[in-house]
C-alpha cells in the first residue's frame, strides 16, 4: 500500500523564479491538501483540491496555485518566488469516505530561494 | 479564523515519566481534532485523534482528552520512550459552512526530549 509521496525531495530557486511540487496520494484517496512549514513552525494551510476543484483556500497570495489531476496527483506551483517562500512544502492526502479532516502526510519537499 | 494555541513549546522528562501537552482552540465549529509526531527531517506522523463527540480516546501508550466547554485538548503519554523524542503538534478541524473540508489548523509545536 503506496503512501503519499512527493517529489523534488529538494529545491534550490532565485528570487523570481517558478516551482512546481508534485504529490501523488495514498493509493484510495482522492483529496490533496497543501502546507507550508516554515523553520520551527507548525504547518500551514495553503489549499485543498477534490474532484480537480480547488475547495478551500488559506491566506495565501495569488502567487500560490495548484491542480489535480484525473488521477489524484496534485501541483503546487508558486510563482514571483520570494526569501520567505523558502519552507517544507507538504502534501496530506485524504478521502472523501474516511473524512476530509484524517490526513496523511508526504515526506514534504525542501524549497531554498536565495 | 481558528487560532490554536499549543503549551509547552518545549519538555522534558525522564524516560518512565509521563508527558502531557495541552492545546486551546478558539472556533466551537472546530470538531476534529488531531495530533501528529514529527521527527527531525521526517513527516508529521498522525498518531491519535479525536472528534467532538467523544471526551477522551486512548491508544496504548497514548491518550488525548477533550474538554469542549473550555475549548482545549490535551495529549497524554505515559511511561515515556527516548524513542518519544520529537516535535508534537496538535491541531483542530475547521468547518466550512456547516460541512468540514478538513482545513487543519496546527499549534505551534512541543519539542518533547525523553532523557534514558
Known amino acids: 500500500d503506496a503512501g503519499v509521496t512527493q517529489s523534488p525531495t529538494h529545491l534550490i530557486k532565485t528570487r523570481g523564479q517558478q516551482v512546481t511540487l508534485r504529490c501523488s496520494p495514498k493509493?484510495?484517496?482522492?483529496?490533496v491538501s497543501w502546507y507550508q512549514q516554515a523553520l520551527g513552525q507548525g504547518p500551514q494551510f495553503i489549499f485543498q483540491?477534490?474532484?480537480?476543484?480547488?475547495?478551500q483556500r488559506g491566506n495565501f497570495p495569488d502567487r500560490f496555485s495548484g491542480h489535480q489531476f484525473p488521477n489524484y496527483s496534485s501541483e503546487l506551483n508558486v510563482n514571483a518566488l520570494l526569501l520567505g517562500d523558502s519552507a517544507l512544502y507538504l502534501c496530506?492526502?485524504?478521502?472523501?469516505?474516511?473524512?476530509?479532516?484524517?490526513?496523511?502526510f508526504g515526506p514534504g519537499t525542501r524549497l531554498l530561494v536565495l | 479564523g481558528e487560532n490554536v494555541e499549543q503549551h509547552p513549546s518545549t519538555l522534558s522528562v525522564q524516560e518512565g515519566d509521563s508527558a502531557v501537552i495541552k492545546c486551546t482552540y478558539s472556533?466551537?465549529?472546530?470538531?476534529?481534532f488531531p495530533w501528529y509526531k514529527q521527527e527531525l527531517g521526517k513527516r508529521p506522523q498522525l498518531i491519535i485523534d479525536?472528534?467532538?463527540?467523544?471526551g477522551e480516546k486512548k491508544d496504548q501508550r497514548i491518550a488525548v482528552t477533550l474538554n469542549k466547554t473550555a475549548k482545549h485538548f490535551s495529549l497524554h503519554i505515559t511511561e515515556t520512550q527516548p524513542e518519544d523524542s520529537a516535535v508534537y503538534f496538535c491541531?483542530?478541524?475547521?468547518?466550512?459552512?456547516?460541512?468540514?473540508?478538513?482545513?487543519?489548523?496546527f499549534g505551534q509545536g512541543t519539542i518533547l526530549t525523553v532523557h534514558p
Open positions: 479525536i472528534r467532538s463527540n467523544v
Open positions: 496530506a492526502s485524504s478521502s472523501v469516505l474516511a473524512g476530509f479532516e484524517t490526513q496523511y
Open positions: 491541531a483542530a478541524s475547521t468547518n466550512a459552512g456547516g460541512t468540514s473540508y478538513g482545513k487543519l489548523t
Open positions: 483540491y477534490y474532484e480537480e476543484e480547488e475547495r
Open positions: 472556533d466551537s465549529a472546530s470538531n476534529y
Open positions: 493509493s484510495g484517496h482522492d483529496t
